[in-house]
């Protein structure tokens, strides 16, 4: 009888055909090599795949969700949209370096406008002392307790001192031009006003003194009615309606400045609300930052010596210059309706698209 079972050779054989025949299941007809090695490739990435969901991508994953699903709660409500949104906008207009170089010639102007204006008290109103005495304190109560040390420390100078006084004029141009400069440009760039589009120096000049005297004539008015309260000639209502004439004085000052430093197109003309939390923001500075000031005083006095009033002194003008920025910021968000917005960072810097264009910028 014959024997059909195979042989180890054809066992072999068999054996072989059987391997090749799973493998090439997996694979498409017609396909070649590589792409038999390439599917290959794509199930082992699969098999990897679940090893990089795993500890710190999976901790990453949960904290993105949880941003994600705060940023979106925040977009659904007014009172947490708009402030995102102005917080958001002054970081895309580098809020922070147009603080800084408000700040800075603010200094600047300040110093030679307390002397200018000691100096022109002593020349002018040389037989009114308490007259005199009246004026310079409205004027320092602007900065409380910094007020006090200033008016130690800084005297008029003698009318015969023509070099002095020419310096001093000169030293007050430079800052109190290079401050309204400034101040122009912060609101040309929260407006987005182009730099073409600005105006000349001899057509800026008058805009520049305007800006300049309002803020001179802000600054006596609310030191004068901020007296009302010091004085208490209104019994225990003094305080009370010292703070409100401040306020009102402050938001007057602040509108007229905004008004006054640049031309903004008359369709998103509109300052009221961004003069109203600036009025806000400096009367309370001016009524509760005397605490606050002394502690900073006493601090840089222990480290600085007789440079703390200057320090603290650039301290106090940049909060009041962040003040302004924020509230300039606050209008444009307002009128323009660019809110909500995402305080998630766009790639490539670009414009979030939830913020609705404006008509100025069509």
């Known amino acids: 009888m014959r024997d059909n079972s195979p042989t180890a050779t054809q066992a072999a054989v068999l054996g072989a055909s059987d391997i090749g025949s799973s493998a090439g299941a997996d694979v498409p007809a017609g396909a070649s090599d590589g792409d038999a090695s390439a599917g290959d490739e794509s199930r082992s990435g699969q098999s990897e795949a679940p090893a990089t969901t795993t500890g710190w991508g999976r901790l990453t994953a949960w904290l993105t969700g949880q ?20 917080a958001v906008k002054y970081a895309d207009d580098s809020g922070s370096r147009l603080t800084g170089l408000i700040a800075h010639t603010a200094f600047l102007a300040v110093f030679p406008m307390l002397l200018m204006l000691l100096t022109g008290l002593e020349l002018f109103l040389s037989g009114e002392v308490g007259l005199q005495h ?33 310096f001093l004029l000169l030293w007050l141009l430079y800052g109190a031009t290079r401050l309204s400069r400034n101040a122009q440009i912060m609101m040309a760039t929260v407006w987005d006003v182009p730099r073409s589009a600005l105006p000349n120096f001899f057509r800026w000049l008058p805009r520049a003194i305007g800006f300049l005297v309002i803020i001179g004539l802000g600054f006596i008015a609310g030191g004068t009615v901020a007296g009302i309260g010091a004085f208490g000639g209104m019994g225990p209502a003094s305080a009370w309606v010292g703070i409100g004439a401040t306020f009102v004085v402050n938001a007057a000052m602040f509108w007229s400045a905004f008004v006054v430093i640049v031309a903004i197109p008359d369709s998103d003309r509109s300052y009221w609300r961004g003069a ?37 002194l650039i301290w106090w003008l940049t909060i009041g210059a962040a003040i302004t920025v924020w509230s300039a910021e606050l209008d444009v968000v307002l009128v323009r309706h660019q809110w909500p917005r995402s305080f998630r960072r766009v790639v490539d810097d670009e414009r979030d698209a939830s913020v609705v264009p404006s008509s100025s910028s069509a």
């Open 67 to 86: 941003v994600d699903r705060l940023d979106a709660a925040q977009q659904r409500h007014r009172v947490t949209a708009v402030p995102v949104a102005v």
């Open 134 to 166: 009246d004026i310079t304190a409205a004027v320092l109560r602007q900065f409380p307790v910094l007020g006090t040390d200033l008016q130690k420390n800084i005297k008029g100078l003698s009318g015969g001192n023509v070099a002095a006084l020419a």
């Open 276 to 312: 109203v939390v600036a009025a806000a923001g400096w009367t309370l500075l001016q009524v509760g930052g005397a605490q606050l000031v002394s502690h900073e005083l006493r601090h840089f006095t222990t480290l600085y010596g007789a440079f703390a009033i200057i320090i603290v």
